[in-house]
């Protein structure tokens, strides 16, 4: 039998029980300059033929039963009935981008019918000047969320002129990716953070004197300095709670270039602009309704380690670590702000590259487990937590590209939350732009499209601070 892993056995069983593990990306397209009027039309029965054979991670679904003993295993279609999993959706006149998000959330919040494989896909017409869009919906179990934009980003090309690309479910194994633009880090969700940690667990003495030396070292720098956080240090918000069913999406995009000015003057990196705007869109939100809590919020942050020495087990693929960051909503100044973040994911980077990826990650297990566990108990304490939400910064394609000469315009990521954390921001940098995908639970932020004009703020504050006209 093909017996899931722990983990994936466990996300599984938090759907039965609980909350769907879903992620996604949205792609806005434009369609070619010589589309006609049934374009839509063409592209959706094509995308129902199917002629190539299909990924196996997209042919099998999860099973439980007498033959398993009660159970997790992988059971295989013999074939995927693509009329099931590719649909097609018309917004309403004038529903626009806010439309857009309501359906999107709408759809990301649904369940999996877990008898047949656990992804969707659709096509959504109905926006301005003819542009639609691309929502592409996975279970957590299927790959995790920078696997999923990775291979989404595969079958875009930079040329308008390519036509006849494979579908983003065709089984391409054995074809050269040519057509993405760099390798980020494999890890943009804790839940994949906590199924490397576990099946790093028995590598061996090296692997234990590191996470015994980093554990000590992690609890020393928490007691002295500001940029360390320790095991559920952070204070307790309310997307700390437990989720209902409803999900709220909005997302939006701004020039590469402006974080990047901001980077250089206050010689950061761009990521640490992008997260200490993050920073500043919750603690203005977090003001205005009367919520800000007088210690920072804290973010767990992926952090890659390719090129490093590493032990035995991260040389078989395990290439990533991550991080506790504050997010300094406790301070005022947004550049004291941005600072305290850039000092704090720096400490992060050479942390993880001096103690190993599996080694960081077994010591954010004491963080990860109380965060997602606690709230399912209804007595679960309200004190703290051991951190607040993820970002995840995942690096898209650095030219524009095509989907069979229609032009992409922008590209989300859709990441997953749940109890414990109903809150997540993951961004995507795309050619000169950095896109900011916002997901919570509907009971969490009823405003959550007004986080695009507050991230405008945020940005623009952070501008001002540092001299930037």
């Known amino acids: 039998m093909d017996w899931l892993d722990p983990l994936d056995a466990a996300m599984i069983t938090a759907d039965v029980i609980s909350n769907p593990l879903n992620i ?23 995308s129902l033929v199917g002629e190539a054979p299909i990924d196996p991670r997209f042919r099998r679904y999860p099973h439980r039963g007498m033959t398993s003993a009660g159970g997790w295993v992988w059971r295989e279609v013999d074939a995927v009935d693509l009329r099931q999993h590719c649909k097609r959706s018309t917004l309403a006149p004038g529903a626009g981008r806010a439309g857009l998000w309501q359906l999107i959330g709408e759809l990301h919040a649904q369940a999996f019918d877990r008898s047949r494989p656990m992804w969707l896909s659709y096509l959504i017409d109905g926006l301005d000047d003819g542009q639609f869009a691309l929502y592409i919906k996975l279970h957590h179990t299927v790959m995790d969320g920078v696997a999923g934009l990775q291979m989404l980003t595969a079958v875009l090309s930079a040329d308008s002129r390519q036509r006849s690309m494979p579908a983003f479910y065709a089984d391409r194994r054995a074809e050269p990716d040519e057509r993405s633009t760099g390798k980020g880090p494999r890890i943009a969700n804790p839940l994949t953070l906590l199924r490397s940690a576990v099946a790093t667990a028995t590598s061996g003495v090296v692997l234990a004197e590191r996470a015994i030396a980093g554990g ?49 003057i206050a010689d950061t990196t761009t990521n640490d602009v992008v997260t200490a705007v993050i920073a500043g869109v919750l603690r203005q939100w977090l003001l205005d309704h009367g919520e800000l809590p007088q210690r920072s919020l804290v973010a767990i942050c992926p952090i890659t380690v390719h090129g490093r020495q590493l032990v035995q087990s991260e ?83 650095q030219t524009e590209m095509y989907w069979n000469g229609a032009h992409v315009d922008e590209i989300y990521p859709i990441s997953t939350v749940y109890d414990g954390q109903a809150l997540n921001v993951t961004t995507c940098s795309y050619a000169d732009r950095i896109g900011f995908g916002y997901i919570a639970g509907g009971e969490m932020f009823s405003d959550i499209a007004e986080l695009i004009a507050r991230t405008e703020q945020a940005l623009m504050e952070l501008e001002a601070a540092v001299g930037v006209t």
């Open 24 to 46: 996604g990306a949205v792609l806005l397209i434009s369609p070619p300059p010589d589309a006609g009027p049934g374009y839509i039309d063409d592209i959706y029965q094509d």
């Open 216 to 264: 000590a070292a992690t609890a020393l720098a928490g007691l002295t300095s500001d940029t360390t956080v320790l095991p559920v240090a952070a204070p307790y918000v309310r997307f700390n709670g437990r989720l209902g069913r409803d999900r709220d999406v909005t997302a939006g995009s701004w020039p590469k270039a402006r974080f990047q000015t901001l980077a250089k």
């Open 315 to 397: 040389q078989r693929g395990n290439m990533f670590g991550a991080w506790l960051c504050p997010l300094g909503t406790d301070v005022v100044d947004p550049v004291e702000r941005l600072d305290l973040i850039h000092r704090s994911m720096y400490e992060g980077k050479h942390h993880v590259a001096t103690r190993g990826a599996a080694a960081s990650m077994l010591l954010l297990a004491t963080s990860i487990v109380p965060t997602v566990l606690l709230p399912m108990l209804p007595w679960s304490p309200r004190i703290g937590a051991g951190y607040n939400l993820p970002i995840s910064h995942v690096p898209g394609p």
